[in-house]
């Protein structure tokens, strides 16, 4: 029976195991976190099937080692990892949003024998702790793959059949590729959110009511301003040279930007807005590669006979069609999932208004 290894029982960690579990009943996971709670917690929802004592116990007869701590921290692990007599085949990979200093301490730290394979799975949330991982988490998610040079391609093909259940589109490329790639789509941006939560709070002193008014848009674009700070800090900190970079590039758009507003250039602020508006619409939604197109919202409900039809109850009120509706997963005393699947963004987004007016169930779309 296959081992797999997972240290930091996490929403990542513990998603991930999950995903294992569905797609690969009879695989024993085994888990470790240097928080027992979440050890405790994983076991009580049956993400693990076992704990291990230390990182020792557990990696040295493990047939496959996920390391999904934040990224600080990752970096220790593998150090220890390369001082233990590892089984021969293992392979090791980890999760996290950077990708180039990982591997590269990955390839200084652990003996040739050990096959490393980067990867960092492009889906979470602003929620962290094992008690929020879920197992479609990264259903229609890209997964990012970036194996060493000299890694054998088989082994990168049991990595991806382990991985299967998370439902995710594995694409590889190198750890620099990805670094530059999530510096601008996501490390980037949550500087920029952090920045403008900040900016608001300081004006607050001046108009007290701004917190209130900030509810709409201000809350959607600086959603991500509520994630872990420990696990973006160490995000920013790996990906500096890139940011950096970045950072110079967007100084001067901003004061490209400044020059159109202080001349009043209607011209170029129409032109400026249009672009973006233009290229934003273009973005593919969700993309999918090879999986069909569904149009998904997902609900947060209490366990108890009659919760679906409450829901189409108020779905029917309004007139919203739905295509499919099922509970993805339902445990003793805790929420499960219900996925409504619509024709259209705009039926899913009429349910999403309908549900949050109607209930105080928590709805999103992955
Ligand atoms: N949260 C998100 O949306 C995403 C996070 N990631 C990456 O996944 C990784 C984990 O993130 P989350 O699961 O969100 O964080 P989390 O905070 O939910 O889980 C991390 C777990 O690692 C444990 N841990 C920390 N140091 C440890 C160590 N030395 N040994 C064993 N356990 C240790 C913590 O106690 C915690 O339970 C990070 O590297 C992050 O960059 C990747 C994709 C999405
Ligand atoms: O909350 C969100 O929308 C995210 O952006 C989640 C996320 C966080 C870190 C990653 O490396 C990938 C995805």
Redesign the pocket.
């Known amino acids: 029976m296959e081992k797999v290894f997972i240290i930091g029982l996490g929403l990542i960690g513990g998603s991930i195991s999950r995903a294992i579990k569905k797609e690969h009943p009879s695989v024993q996971l085994v888990g470790y976190d240097i928080k027992n709670d979440q050890v405790q917690m994983a076991k009580k929802l049956g993400i693990i099937d076992q704990s291990a004592e230390s990182i020792k116990e557990g990696a040295e007869s493990a047939d496959v080692i996920i390391i999904s701590t934040p990224v600080e921290q990752t970096l220790n692990v593998l150090t220890f990892l390369g001082e233990l007599s590892l089984k021969e085949g293992v392979i090791i990979t980890d999760v996290?949003?950077t990708k180039k200093k990982i591997v590269d301490h990955a390839s200084f730290s652990l003996p040739k024998t050990v096959t490393f394979i980067g990867g960092?799975?492009?889906?979470?949330?602003?929620k962290s702790g094992v008690a929020a991982a879920k197992t479609h988490l990264f259903e229609n998610a890209f997964y990012i793959l970036t194996p060493g040079s000299n890694e054998r391609p088989e082994k990168i093909e049991q990595l991806k059949k382990l991985l299967k259940g998370t439902k995710a589109q594995f694409i590889v490329m190198t750890p620099e590729e990805h670094d530059s790639i999530?510096g601008v789509i996501?490390h980037f941006p949550?500087l920029i959110a952090a920045s403008l939560v900040h900016q608001a709070e300081k004006k607050e002193e001046m108009f007290p009511i701004i917190k209130r008014l900030a509810a709409g848009g201000f809350r959607d674009i600086t959603?991500?301003a509520s994630?872990n700070p420990v696990?973006w800090r160490d995000?920013i900190v790996h990906n500096h040279d890139v940011l950096i970079e970045l950072f110079d590039e967007w100084i001067q758009e901003m004061k490209q930007i400044k020059q159109f507003i202080e001349k009043l250039d209607k011209e170029q602020l129409y032109t400026y807005f249009e672009k973006a508006k233009t290229y934003r619409d273009g973005l593919p939604e969700r993309e999918k590669g090879a999986i069909p197109s569904f149009y998904d919202l997902y609900v947060d409900v209490p366990d108890y006979p009659g919760v679906i039809s409450e829901i189409t109850g108020y779905l029917a009120k309004e007139e919203i069609s739905i295509t499919n509706i099922r509970i993805l997963e339902t445990r003793e005393e805790i929420f499960g999932v219900l996925r409504i699947s619509f024709q259209s963004d705009e039926d899913r987004m009429k349910a999403k208004q309908c549900i949050d007016r109607y209930t105080n169930y928590e709805t999103y779309i992955l």
């Open positions: 996290g949003s960092h799975p492009m889906a979470g949330s602003h999530t996501s949550h959603r991500i994630s696990m995000i």
